[in-house]
């Protein structure tokens, strides 16, 4: 089992810029690959960023690419996302997710462990 929890987010005006954490306990955080998800209100959930189990490989929705970061750090079990240059199409509620692989997915299918979500509303 890996527990995940999501902290940061909250409200950020258009332009400016957030970042989220998640902390990781459980099984070796660093045998996994991590992504981050989210869903808008009234939409389904789409795939923001994910990244390999040793921070080598990252992949981003085209939606955020250039504007959001992705990142680990296998020593301290956390994994954040970077958001700058936030839009009002960014507000959703961000999941973090642990990959049953050690190779990075886009696929929700892929991932098994979820955290509970957090808000990010960006005011226009």
């Known amino acids: 089992q890996v527990q995940l929890r999501e902290s940061g987010g909250g409200l950020v005006q258009a332009g400016g810029s957030s970042g989220l954490s998640c902390a990781a306990s459980g099984r070796t955080f660093s045998n996994y690959a991590m992504g981050w998800f989210r869903r808008a209100p009234g939409k389904e959930r789409e795939f923001v960023a994910s990244?390999?189990?040793?921070?080598?490989?990252?992949y981003y929705a085209d939606s955020v690419k250039g504007r959001f970061t992705i990142s680990r750090d296998n020593a301290k079990n956390t994994v954040n996302l970077q958001m700058n240059s936030l839009n009002t199409e960014d507000t959703a509620v961000y999941y973090c997710?642990?990959?049953?692989?050690?190779?990075?997915?886009?696929?929700?299918?892929?991932?098994?462990?979820w955290g509970q979500g957090i808000q990010v509303t960006v005011s226009s």
């Open positions: 990244i390999s189990w040793n921070g080598g490989s990252t």
């Open positions: 997710a642990a990959s049953s692989s050690p190779v990075p997915s886009v696929r929700s299918l892929e991932y098994i462990y």
